[in-house]
């Protein structure tokens, strides 16, 4: 992906510019500025209309396809935006379970991966060019040798699955092969969820939490809201009792957090404790004892702190029986789940806020073991034929597996995937992977409920689907994924196909295309076909969610039990997570995603040893900000050496508040060698130190310094308010006392004065409202808005110079008072501002106040003075230094949206509140004759957002949505008292503290 | 002294009040020159007929033989782009007639071979202009007013200059050029003598937005 893309300073030197060399380039720059004005005519085009075009497509007019994202196997509904069969645009599928309509950063950025022309684009055999036919060739070859002995030097080698088609033909191919093998891998993997639930129920089953019905939830290292396969779905629910409203007291559910390393869903704690993860066993045993009433609770010098939030914590739940919720994290092991489903049962939770279902997973095997025993197979020189359907082992295995090694033991490996990566370098057939976007495919999401994926664009790169790759292991080779995973669903029991048929009326205008008119006029007498519409139309098939399972937990689990003493206080404990952005790695090569201020610490393109202020200070590292023009982006932090289980890697450390102390984390995914011209060399690589003993924390790090500096880039490195109110916030109690407590006197415009005359806003008054108390900062809508907003990336050393360019960027504080520390996120896209400092600094007249109270900016008229960037006092505009949009790479213009002009160099950009959305409802509406209806208009930030936090609509409809949140006694705007009158308006963060906690 | 010595002759003060009066003319000249050449059809390409794959004539289709405008450009009512006719369009009728004319062996290649015909583009805005024009439609513009007499031109040529000076002077007065909503698609309508009053009904019974909102920069550009 092309981050810089100016022609002629990329080949200068870094570093300093000399007098004469600046003067020569000035010289040659106006010169080049005179060429350019020649070309005064359009250029010349071609109109080339279709030989016969598809039937239902409206010439200019984008369509939506109901389609699902998978991450971690795990679905995601989604609607596709698709202009002229281009997909340009992911939006959440507001019938589908999972997301309601919402989205996350992963299925918003997948519509670039898509385009990325990093992508495998050839079949290679042994690292040549080869073709799929005689892989085909090779493979039925070889298929014939295993088939005399059963298969047993076959073996299969998948990510963990959803799908129900790709289960079944594996199972299908274990039948022809009885002796074969099928192992499953991801190193982000839910084992300790699966062992826990087999240590409490005997057996594996699928937790699903009912965040809507919790009032009192406490999170053991779990981050439900930015990982696992409910994410989305959780925090819409969770965020439903969370608002404030006037007049409206439905009470507001509280959060404890316990965790080792700070997460999205720990900022959104009330109590929120930060202890080693090693610690939380503990924490979590002393609380069942205490709850059980075990008097043999053991007091060995408890810590006070630990002390207190059990019995804070430990009254709570017991008050708010059947009604709480407790839920441990995929990093604690399998006791910490095995606690919490007994803390659920204990307190009456299960069939309120939890309930239990068959396992969503194909094949509920532990990730780990499963790869340990098929490296034993293939070093014992078992394995003849190994498949690799997806994932990257070879990067991302447990270090002490040693699996690139033991690839090559491997006669005949394959591997499918996107990328050329580290595994497909290592094995002797590379196949390119079709991405969810171009192939045919299904996934079942938290819930169980299945979706069929459907392609919106044939495969850019001749990729093949996984369903294809397996079935080219069968007799039936050459078949189609639209046929095998049609033909599924056509075998599935036919009363569920015919409830489909009920539901085919349910969407219109958002219609999904016929795969094959011809196969729709063929109805099959069952019913099948308008169920298999009905389903591509929705999005979903419907009546597939699990049914609840009862459960319960072993009688004698607890009886000798003993929680765990405190860990060696003088050891470092080292953390293993996913990173929030590139998650295992797998992204890596997604330059929106590594451009992404990551929640919390807000750093791009980088991972780091991050570790609390306190160890910082203790171990003598700096860090320090920039704070020259040009390097507010920058961080200056130390290199240290970590040494762990005798390995050692060189990493920088960066100091976040909230973290445990006497603990460090490590984020995955970075250190990348073959993940493309993104991917490939930022950060470190954390697996090197990562091993099956250690999956995701363990204790005996040593850390040493080396004396070296690095430059991280960071968006955000000053986390502090210092005492302004940019964010209002305030516990519910005082709240209940003074509800008005956001309002301040400045920020009246009725008592300010202006130089220039007023707006009168006679029609639509555009205006937003973010609720600050519902933002958990996991920025979908900084990833929506750059999706919808041919927003572009521009690389790490611009951001090292704060040049980054997200339209919406989500400002995250630390509040620290007498009882507890408060995170609070701020979501700042353009205000608006009616009085707007900007516009009247503008000496060309390139942003301009509309009739509708927009900050309009128009491009084509800016000039780059860059003096309304210098007056904005949210600096929320952004300049194109350099181009950044990459102009010239054929495949990324496809993702463009048409609607949104690209800027070049030399352009002030910023937020328009989603104008062309704006335009296209209005058009709508007028051209059907008829008044814009509240809610039509839904910006790109607001669409993504899974907690609702952003409303859009017309402030001067007192009926709309917009203006009844503005009504609220907790609106206030951002730095109101300048009296620029922001249109962008906040609800200030409320939060629900224990008030036994202020009492002690 | 002697004037031997002098660096300026006599002379000099009425060369100097030359040259600032030439040099006056020249700006004035250079602008007037400058403000010609921008409107003019070389950069508008206003009446300047492109080569095209073929001759397809207007004049015979919509003048001749009242073919709608809508038969080719579907989308014209419902979408930003008017829509260009597939080759299946032209090969309905010309399966029939003409069958063998070898002016349309570029239309029956296509159709033959699936490879679409090129058009030239006519009417070409810059990419940063967003023109919709089924609200256009809605609004009582009718398809003349900027495509100009498209039923008389033997081959499309771009009726009006299509500057951004051009459209203002609707979007500021739009009473002096918006028809009835059925006359939208006549070619042969000519405005009423009443047009101002006649005009100022329809802005107000098709919601046509006030002056301030017509010419927002946002109204065109994104």
């Avoid at chain 1, 006392?737 to 006679?762: C, M, N, V």
């Avoid at chain 2, 040259?19 to 006056?24: E, G, L, N, S």
């Avoid at chain 2, 062996?105 to 583009?121: D, H, K, L, Y």
């Amino acid at each position: 992906m092309k981050t810089r893309n100016d022609t002629y300073l990329k080949d200068l030197p870094e570093g300093f510019l000399h007098r004469r060399d600046f003067l020569r380039l000035m010289g040659a720059s106006i010169a080049l500025a005179g060429l350019s004005g020649c070309g005064l005519r359009q250029p010349v085009e071609q109109i080339v209309p279709y030989v016969s075009g598809p039937e239902d497509r409206t010439e200019g007019a984008p369509l939506f396809y109901a389609t699902a994202t998978t991450h971690g196997g795990y679905a995601l509904g989604t609607l596709v935006e698709s202009h002229e069969f281009r997909p340009t645009k992911v939006e959440g599928n507001p019938l589908h379970p999972a997301s309601l309509g919402a989205s996350d950063i992963f299925s918003q950025a997948s519509v670039l991966t898509l385009y990325d022309p990093d992508r495998s684009n050839n079949v290679l055999y042994q690292g040549q060019i080869d073709t799929y036919e005689n892989f085909l060739i090779d493979l039925r070859r070889k298929r014939g040798n295993q088939q005399t002995k059963n298969g047993s030097g076959l073996r299969i080698l998948t990510e963990n699955i959803t799908s129900p088609t790709l289960a079944s033909q594996i199972e299908g191919l274990l039948k022809d092969f009885p002796a074969a093998g099928w192992h499953q891998y991801e190193p982000v993997n839910r084992d300790n969820e699966r062992d826990g639930s087999m240590l409490a129920f005997g057996e594996a089953v699928e937790t699903i939490y009912r965040f809507d019905q919790a009032d009192v939830i406490l999170l053991l290292d779990a981050d439900p809201f930015a990982d696992g396969p409910g994410r989305v779905r959780y925090a819409r629910d969770f965020s439903k009792k969370r608002r404030v409203r006037k007049g409206i007291d439905s009470g507001m559910n509280r959060l404890y957090a316990v965790e080792s390393s700070p997460t999205v869903t720990g900022s959104m704690a009330d109590h929120r404790l930060a202890v080693r993860s090693a610690d939380i066993e503990g924490l979590a045993g002393r609380l069942l004892l205490e709850l059980t009433g075990n008097s043999s609770l053991p007091t060995s010098a408890p810590e006070t702190k630990i002390s207190e939030f059990i019995g804070l914590v430990g009254r709570d739940l017991i008050r708010n029986r059947g009604s709480s919720l407790v839920i441990a994290g995929r990093s604690q092991p399998a006791s910490v789940h095995a606690i919490a489903h007994s803390l659920n049962a204990l307190l009456g939770n299960v069939g309120n806020t939890v309930i239990y279902t068959e396992p969503v997973l194909a094949n509920t095997v532990n990730n780990v073991e499963s790869l340990r025993s098929l490296v034993a197979d293939i070093n014992a020189g078992k394995v003849e034929m190994l498949a690799i359907v997806g994932g990257n082992p070879a990067y991302d295995a447990p270090s002490d597996f040693f699996f690139s090694e033991s690839l090559s033991n491997v006669a005949w490996t394959s591997h499918l995937s996107l990328y050329e990566d580290e595994t497909s370098a290592r094995c002797s057939w590379h196949i390119p992977l079709a991405h969810e976007l171009e192939s045919w495919g299904d996934a079942r999401c938290f819930d169980g409920t299945a979706s069929i994926i459907q392609p919106l664009i044939a495969p850019l790169y001749d990729g093949r689907s996984p369903h294809e790759f397996l079935a080219a292991f069968t007799e039936n080779y050459v078949a189609t994924g639209y046929e095998i995973v049609r033909g599924y669903w056509k075998t599935q029991n036919q009363d569920a196909n015919s409830n489909n048929a009920r539901d085919t009326n349910s969407k219109t205008d958002r219609s999904s295309k016929l795969p094959d008119s011809r196969a729709n006029s063929a109805k099959a007498a069952d019913g099948f076909e308008e169920g298999w519409q009905a389903s591509l139309r929705n999005g979903l098939v419907a009546n597939t969610a699990f049914q609840t399972k009862t459960v319960s937990v072993k009688a004698d689990l607890w009886g000798q039990y003993l929680p765990p003493p405190a860990a060696d206080p003088g050891s470092i404990e080292i953390n293993f997570r996913p990173d929030p952005s590139i998650y295992d790695g797998r992204y890596s090569n997604n330059a929106w995603l590594q451009e992404l201020p990551k929640p919390l610490t807000k750093l791009t393109w980088d991972n780091a040893v991050l570790m609390s202020p306190n160890l910082a200070l203790q171990l003598g590292v700096n860090q320090e900000v920039g704070s020259t023009g040009g390097s507010h982006g920058t961080s200056i932090v130390e290199i240290v050496e970590l040494k762990f289980d005798g390995k050692t890697v060189r990493a920088p450390v960066f100091a976040v508040r909230g973290h445990a102390d006497e603990s460090v984390t490590i984020h995955l995914g970075y250190g990348r060698t073959n993940a493309g011209e993104a991917g490939s060399g930022p950060g470190f690589n954390a697996y090197a130190l990562r091993s099956s003993g250690a999956m995701w924390s363990a204790s005996g790090l040593e850390i040493t310094k080396t004396g070296e500096t690095f430059s991280l880039a960071c968006t955000q490195a000053h986390h502090s308010m210092e005492g302004r109110e940019l964010v209002r916030h305030a516990s519910l109690k005082e709240y209940k006392r003074d509800p008005t407590f956001a309002k301040r006197e400045a920020d009246d415009p009725a008592k300010q004065i202006s130089l220039y005359p007023g707006w009168t806003y006679e029609g639509h008054a555009w205006a937003m409202s973010i609720d600050t108390s519902i933002c958990n900062g996991c920025s979908a809508c900084v990833v929506a808005c750059q999706a919808e907003n041919n927003i572009p990336v521009v690389g790490k050393e611009e951001v090292l110079r704060a040049r980054e360019m997200h339209w919406i960027r989500v400002d995250t504080y630390f509040e620290d008072n007498a009882e507890n520390s408060r995170t609070l996120h701020q979501p700042v896209p353009c205000q608006h501002c009616e009085n707007a400092p900007c516009e009247i600094v503008c000496p060309v007249g390139a942003t301009t106040h509309s009739a509708e109270g927009l900050n309009e900016m128009t491009y084509n008229r800016c000039v780059g003075t860059r003096y309304c960037s210098n007056n904005c006092p949210y600096k929320v505009r952004r300049f194109n230094f350099f181009g950044y949009a990459d102009l010239e790479t054929p495949v990324a213009q496809l993702q463009r949206n048409p609607q949104v002009t690209t800027r070049s160099r030399g352009v002030m950009e910023k937020c328009t509140y989603c104008v062309q959305r704006i335009q296209y409802a209005k058009i709508n509406a007028e051209t059907e004759g008829r008044e814009l209806l509240d809610g039509e208009i839904v910006t790109a930030c607001q669409q993504a957002c899974p907690t609702e936090a952003i409303v859009f609509g017309d402030k001067n409809d007192k009926s709309s949505r917009v203006a009844k949140l503005k009504a609220e006694p907790t609106d206030y705007g951002l730095l109101a008292d300048l009296n620029t009158r922001p249109r962008t308006t906040y609800l200030a963060t409320i939060k629900n503290p224990n008030e036994d906690a202020q009492k002690e | 002294m002697g004037n031997e010595h002098r660096f300026f002759g006599p002379s000099a003060n009425e060369i100097m009040r030359l040259c600032i009066i030439f040099a006056f003319l020249a700006l004035v000249g250079g602008c007037w020159a400058l403000i010609e050449i921008f409107g003019s059809s070389y950069i508008t390409r206003q009446h300047i007929v492109q080569p095209q794959p073929m001759p397809f004539s207007h004049k015979h289709h919509v003048g001749e033989e009242g073919i709608d405008c809508r038969y080719c450009h579907t989308s014209v009512e419902r979408s930003a782009s008017a829509g260009m006719p597939e080759t299946q369009t032209c090969i309905n009728c010309h399966s029939q007639i003409y069958t063998t004319d070898p002016v349309l062996e570029p239309v029956r290649a296509s159709f033959i071979s699936g490879n679409p015909i090129q058009w030239t583009r006519v009417h070409n805005l810059p990419g940063y202009v967003y023109f919709d024009h089924s609200i256009h439609l809605s609004k009582g513009v009718g398809c003349a007013t900027c495509h100009g007499r498209v039923d008389q031109m033997n081959l499309t040529e771009q009726a009006a200059p299509l500057t951004m000076e051009w459209c203002l002077k609707c979007h500021r007065d739009p009473e002096l050029q918006i028809r009835p909503r059925d006359e939208v698609f006549n070619m042969e309508y000519k405005q009423p003598k009443d047009q101002p009053r006649l005009g100022a009904d329809l802005v107000t019974s098709y919601h046509v937005k006030d002056r301030q909102a017509l010419t927002n920069c946002s109204t065109c550009h994104r």
